[in-house]
């Protein structure tokens, strides 16, 4: 089975401070994801890469930014934190586009801004 | 926004009885997705239908699409208290390298034991 795993449960940091959110795969997928999600928002895109080194921004990238040095890992990184990204970050990754294309999914790391 | 939406945004249902969910979306598609996710966890992908089908089922799973309405549902059947969880349907235009999703706002869905 596909194994995302995202390092932080929950977090609880300050504003202003740096946070990074770290995201691995096991299964040797091509595209990675960082979403968020709020109440009533669904789930939006942050960033997301479909290669080693490449990133594009996804609809909501302000205040963010992502690494991708090795393929199974995908960090998101908050360089100041503030109040208003206080969510739940959801890592996914998918193979290349093709026949299927699901995303899997990790468990979520919620993020508290104080 | 390319974004699913789905209706209704709650739901609350008898075990034993279907529940019915509903997904609008705007543009044109490679394929609909739905997935699950149970309180403070991830989603779990559960059916997927392509732009060229109409119906698909998946054990008490029935999904449908409508691409001249950009619509879908998904049907539960004989419902289960373990089915209580919310529900995405997630829509995606590809590329050479990536699907792109777009989701919804969830149909959260409470089975009464």
């Known amino acids: 089975d596909v194994k995302v795993t995202q390092s932080s449960r929950y977090l609880v940091k300050r504003t202003g401070e740096k946070v990074f959110l770290e995201c691995v795969q096991d299964?040797?997928?091509?595209?990675m994801f960082w979403y968020r999600q709020d109440p009533g928002l669904g789930l939006r895109l942050i960033y997301f890469?479909?290669?080693?080194?490449?990133?594009e921004k996804g609809d909501i990238p302000e205040g963010y930014s992502v690494s991708r040095e090795k393929k199974e890992r995908f960090s998101l990184i908050l360089e100041s934190a503030s109040t208003n990204q206080t969510s739940m970050y959801l890592c996914?990754?998918?193979?290349?586009?093709?026949?299927?294309?699901?995303?899997?999914f990790g468990e979520g790391s919620r993020l508290t801004v104080l | 926004s390319q974004q699913g939406e789905e209706d209704p945004q709650a739901l609350s249902i008898q075990e034993g009885e279907n529940a019915t969910m509903n997904c609008s979306y705007k543009?044109?598609?490679?394929?609909l997705q739905w997935y699950r996710q149970n309180s403070g966890r991830g989603l779990v992908h559960l059916i997927l239908i392509r732009s060229n089908e109409r119906e698909k089922h998946s054990g008490r799973l029935r999904v449908t699409l409508d691409t001249s309405k950009k619509s879908s549902s998904l049907l539960i059947t004989a419902s289960r208290a373990a089915d209580t969880a919310s529900y995405f349907c997630a829509t995606a235009s590809a590329n050479y390298n990536f699907n792109k999703f777009y989701f919804g706002s969830g149909t959260k869905l409470n089975v009464k034991p």
């Open positions: 543009t044109s598609i490679n394929n």
């Open positions: 996914a990754s998918s193979v290349r586009a093709g026949a299927t294309g699901e995303l899997f």
């Open positions: 299964m040797d997928h091509e595209n």
């Open positions: 890469s479909y290669d080693v080194k490449m990133k």
